[in-house]
């Protein structure tokens, strides 16, 4: 199982960003999928996820709305948006698979590495 993230970079608040996740060595379609941040000196949380089949989503209530999960299984894909950066979006990114199809903010099973996000001015 490999998860491999990409995107990241340096914004202004009030920008955007698109994250990649490429995923391979599994079945995509089969499994949910889900964004992870760790901000500076704080624990990796969930931001979004988005089961197998994309029928359902889910965000953390800090990023509702202005965070987008979406995937491409036939590309073996996974993108989260984020609009409206805030300062306190930056952090670490990560792209993780559940064990299983549905859609949860944790108990993720592979990790993939991370990508940096750092929203100043």
């Known amino acids: 199982v490999q998860l491999q993230a990409s995107g990241g970079g340096l914004v202004q608040p009030g920008g955007s960003l698109i994250l990649s996740c490429a995923a391979s060595g599994f079945t995509l379609n089969y499994y949910a999928i889900g964004w992870s941040r760790q901000a500076p000196g704080k624990e990796r949380e969930g931001m979004a996820c988005?089961?197998?089949?994309?029928?359902?989503?889910r965000y953390a209530e800090a990023v509702e709305g202005r965070f987008t999960i979406s995937r491409d299984n036939a590309k073996g894909m996974i993108y989260l948006q984020i609009n409206d950066l805030k300062p306190e979006d930056t952090g670490i990114y990560y792209c993780?698979?559940?064990?299983?199809?549905?859609?949860?903010?944790?108990?993720?099973?592979?990790w993939g590495q991370g990508t940096q996000v750092t929203v100043s001015s």
């Open positions: 988005i089961s197998a089949g994309a029928d359902s989503t």
């Open positions: 993780a698979r559940r064990s299983g199809s549905s859609c949860w903010l944790g108990e993720y099973v592979y």
